[in-house]
């Protein structure tokens, strides 16, 4: 069992930046690749960004490329989420999810969720 907990939501005006942070417990944190998901109102859930297990390899949707940022430090058993840039499409809820194995965009293929954080911004 791997519990995930997110933090650093809040509302930001548009080219602003947020930090998120997804602070794990539970199972050895280095086993599992940690991915970013999002949500808004009314939309199914969007993947944003995904790390593997190392921090060695990570990747992005297109959306997203070139603004935010994923890392983790497995010494600390986090892993954040950076993002610059921001745009009033980005708003939605945040989710950090933990698997076992390599890094998926597939949000069905995740084990394990944080409760989410909201992420509004403004225009």
């Known amino acids: 069992q791997v519990q995930l907990v997110e933090s650093g939501g809040g509302l930001v005006q548009a080219g602003g930046s947020l930090r998120l942070s997804c602070a794990a417990s539970?199972?050895?944190?280095?086993?599992?690749?940690i991915g970013w998901f999002r949500q808004a109102p009314g939309k199914e859930r969007e993947f944003v960004t995904a790390?593997?297990?190392?921090?060695?390899?990570?990747y992005y949707a297109d959306s997203v490329k070139g603004r935010f940022t994923i890392s983790r430090h497995n010494a600390q058993n986090t892993a954040s989420l950076l993002m610059n840039s921001l745009k009033p499409e980005d708003t939605a809820v945040y989710y950090c999810?933990?698997?076992?194995?390599?890094?998926?965009?597939?949000?069905?293929?995740?084990?394990?969720w944080g409760q989410g954080t909201q992420v509004t911004v403004s225009s």
């Open positions: 539970g199972r050895t944190f280095s086993n599992y690749a």
């Open positions: 790390i593997s297990g190392s921090g060695g390899t990570n």
């Open positions: 999810a933990a698997r076992w194995g390599s890094k998926s965009s597939n949000f069905r293929e995740y084990d394990y």
